[in-house]
């Protein structure tokens, strides 16, 4: 009778498992569908908005997508209308030139802070430089439309003004030693995300706290992808450029570029 | 199997009662006695530890896995040619030369935007500034900008203290500037705020010999805190020890550019 009881127990608890593992694994794979659609989809949405004949309006032999003079002077095209277009303001922007990797401020087109890049890493669809809608879209100034920093970009302190003459107490010198690890993401409104990631070879606290800022930012967009799989939708998926770089110029950058700031990319 | 009987602790009747001299396992294919409680507690263990492995696969795959998995399937090596045949094409060298054409109006455009003027760049992160002339940098040193306060009194009014971004003007240059306190000044020690014209407004020799201002208010200018230059300790106007505020004030004209960044 004991035994009975028992190898139900086991049966129900092995039941139990079989069709919790066949769920996780009916989930896992409907995101892993989902989410590599999530580039295809990208792509044709740049496709259909930044398409050749709705640029120029007239159509051009197919050939010339994979003709390399052709490709970069287009490149070169626009990266020059996108800067162009911002030196036209009297605000500070941030132009990345992946091909010689250097990371510019610039200020009505005079370069006032020059950055070299360490080392970068592109979205797989961003690196499809012989397709005319990638061209066109880095044609025009990408604008900041949110960002998650481990800085403040404005590192406001707070006093109260004194009473009377008694409560005034002189300033006393900033602590102006750099603490904080710089890590931090743009999101763009054309959907490209960049991120810039300080230099962790020197110290370790900074590699720990990356692992962790490039985590909640994974969890993030796993938990975005989650809700639009779950609901058969193909989520929206951000091609990313990653930059690392030198902390000081990170930061120099991070807090020189206004919130709703501008960036052109050259790649 | 043998046909001894064991107790609930595992023990054979024979070991419990001790009467014997036989060694407790007779042959290899003897099982040893297993305690229960001990088995229900590693059994559990295991199951602990296979739960969480699957919760830390599970994790990683979704988290870095399929990441990496998107950009493999999405990744494109450009397939770049140099077709001699579309290089005769006719089309082709008109658009060839339009984009030509369209670059170098652009890069004139922009190489036009640096001025062969003088200009001065100011740093307020590093608190540092570049001064250049025909394009070439011909000065650089520290400097002080905004502290990035926010004074605030217990009624309505705050002032907030930092140095402003963009491109600016030199709209003004004064020698021995007088410094005309204002109400922040006042509020910011625990004094009253005087009348508009009183004395105690104007303060002699702080700014240091020279003054070039920038509009709304913010100068640039000498300082008497000298060891504060290369840190941010300003109102919001950018300071500058002696030498250097000499060599900008003799170098920018009004109307040169400021940059701030």
């Known amino acids: 009778m004991e035994n009975n009881i028992e190898e139900s127990g086991l049966k129900r608890k092995r039941y139990f498992l079989l069709v919790s593992a066949a769920l996780i694994a009916v989930v896992l794979a409907l995101f892993t569908i989902m989410s590599l659609m999530a580039p295809g989809k990208k792509l044709e949405e740049i496709r259909l908005r930044f398409s050749q004949d709705e640029a120029s309006g007239e159509k051009l032999d197919e050939r010339m ?26 605000s500070v922007y941030m132009t990345i030139n992946l091909s010689d990797s250097t990371a510019n401020l610039e200020i009505s087109g005079v370069t006032v802070h020059s950055v070299r890049i360490s080392s970068y890493k592109v979205s797989g669809i961003l690196c499809r430089t012989d397709d005319y809608a990638i061209s066109s879209m880095l044609a025009q100034p990408m604008n900041i439309v949110s960002d998650l920093a481990s800085i403040k970009k404005e590192p406001l302190m707070i006093k109260m003004a004194p009473k009377d003459t008694s409560e005034f107490k002189p300033d006393i010198i900033p602590d102006t030693a750099d603490y904080e690890p710089v890590n931090y993401i743009l999101e763009m409104d054309n959907g490209i995300r960049i991120y810039v990631y300080q230099n962790t070879d020197t110290i370790k606290a900074d590699s720990r706290h990356l692992f962790y800022f490039d985590l909640r930012d994974r969890l993030r967009t796993t938990w975005r992808y989650a809700k639009s799989s779950v609901i058969f939708r193909v989520p929206e998926y951000h091609p990313f450029i990653k930059l690392r770089m030198p902390k000081a110029d990170a930061k120099i950058l991070y807090r020189a570029v206004p919130r709703k700031g501008q960036v052109a990319v050259y790649m | 199997m043998d046909n001894k009987t064991y107790n609930e602790e595992g023990l054979s009747e024979e070991q419990r009662t001790g009467d014997t001299e036989q060694p407790q396992l007779q042959s290899f294919q003897d099982k040893p006695p297993v305690n229960p409680a001990l088995r229900k507690a590693a059994v559990r263990i295991l199951w602990i530890a296979g739960a ?40 082709y060298r008109k658009q060839i030369a339009a984009l030509t054409r369209d670059v170098q109006r652009l890069s004139k455009k922009y190489a036009s935007y640096t001025s062969g003027q003088s200009y001065i760049v100011i740093n307020t992160t590093d608190n540092r500034f570049l001064l250049y002339r025909n394009k070439k940098l011909i000065r650089e040193g520290f400097c002080s900008s905004g502290s990035y306060t926010m004074l605030k009194t217990e009624g309505e009014r705050k002032w907030i203290f930092k140095t402003p971004k963009g491109k600016y003007r030199i709209q003004g240059k004064i020698t021995s500037p007088v410094w005309r306190k204002p109400d922040w000044a006042f509020v910011e020690e625990g004094l009253p705020i005087p009348s508009a014209d009183h004395h105690s407004r104007y303060e002699y020799g702080v700014l240091g010999d020279y003054a070039l201002s920038i509009g709304d208010g913010y100068l640039i200018h000498g300082t008497l805190y000298k060891r504060f230059l290369g840190m941010p300790v300003t109102h919001g106007c950018i300071r500058l020890n002696d030498e250097d505020l000499e060599a900008i004030y003799n170098t920018l004209a009004i109307g040169s550019k400021v940059y701030i960044f």
């Open chain 1, 65 to 90: 997508y994979s003709d390399s003079a052709y490709m970069a002077l287009l490149k070169d095209r626009s990266y020059l209308q996108a800067r162009t277009s911002m030196a036209e303001t009297d």
């Open chain 2, 52 to 91: 969480l492995l699957a919760f830390i696969l599970v994790t990683s795959f979704v988290l870095y896995v399929v990441p990496g998995m998107q950009e493999a399937v999405s990744r494109h090596r450009p397939r770049l040619v140099n077709d001699p045949e579309l290089k005769e094409d006719q089309s």
